[in-house]
């Protein structure tokens, strides 16, 4: 048993939750167009005179083509792609 919050390596602390918040938005760009749908309410919000049917309309007609988990998948590496020479 953990009696020391400090001890319990799932114990969270604010300033890790603060750095965790653009993670969340990345995980979900990275999704894309299923993600973006699942998560409508954040990603793709409702206008304010915009009626709930026409809004599920738009997020289903909605689509994410997602450049950026492309780039970040043929980036990686990149960098070392070619023997280091010094």
């Known amino acids: 048993m953990v009696d020391n919050k400090g ?3 799932s ?3 604010a300033k ?3 750095m965790l918040e653009p993670i969340s938005m990345l995980r979900g760009v990275m999704g894309g167009t299923k ?3 699942d998560n409508c ?3 793709l919000p409702m206008y304010p005179a915009e009626r709930p049917s026409d809004y599920q309309g738009r997020v289903k007609r909605s689509v994410f ?3 950026f988990s492309m780039t ?3 980036l990686v590496g990149k960098a070392f792609s070619k023997p280091l020479v010094f």
């Open 35 to 37: 993600s973006m749908r």
């Open 41 to 43: 309410q954040e990603m």
């Open 11 to 13: 114990f969270v602390t």
């Open 7 to 9: 001890d319990d390596v």
């Open 16 to 18: 890790q939750r603060k």
């Open 65 to 67: 083509t997602n450049y």
């Open 72 to 74: 970040v998948k043929h």
